[in-house]
């Protein structure tokens, strides 16, 4: 497969998971809190609040969309092996690792506050966990591709 089909098949999934995040945010999160609410009425207060800090929990996911689509046109000009690429994923990785810890820190800080249930905390810290797995993820691609870079400038001054 081609760099630009490889570009074209990625640009493709950064739209489509942009609009079903869009999608999630704000009609199946209000949706699906309002059921809760009703179901918990003790706990309805908590419906604005939660509604708020789940939507700013999406802001860095969609810069993170933005750095995927920068690697993207950079993978479709054949330039796969930049430290322009290395630093997009640095970028993601601090986004991913910021909006987990702030995910996990908000969930407790709604537990004491008695706006959540325990129960939630564990949804959260699996939810924190597989950001933390994103974070790692993304951290030992922008050390592969800064690496990969270095070799390939290397071999380009050879030549």
Known sequence: MKN???AGIMK???????????LMYFAGLPLIG????????E????????LFFLWVTGIPCYAVL???????????????FTKQNAQSFEWI?????????????????????????????????????????FAFCT???SEFVDAAADLQEQSDLTI
């Not at 933005?66 to 796969?80: H, L, P």
């Open 4 to 6: 630009t089909s490889i």
């Open 12 to 22: 493709l999934f950064i739209i489509g998971t942009g609009i079903l995040g869009l």
């Open 34 to 41: 309002k059921a809760l609410a009703n179901a918990v009425p």
């Open 43 to 50: 706990l309805a207060f908590s419906y604005y609040p939660w």
């Open 66 to 80: 933005v750095f995927a689509w920068r690697i993207a046109c950079n993978i479709g000009k054949d330039r796969v």
């Open 93 to 133: 990785f601090r986004l991913a690792a910021g909006d987990t810890i702030f995910f996990l820190i908000v969930n407790v800080i709604y537990l004491f506050l008695n706006m959540s249930h325990p129960s939630v905390i564990i949804g959260a810290l699996l939810v924190s966990f597989v950001g933390a797995a």
């Open 139 to 141: 951290k030992t691609l």
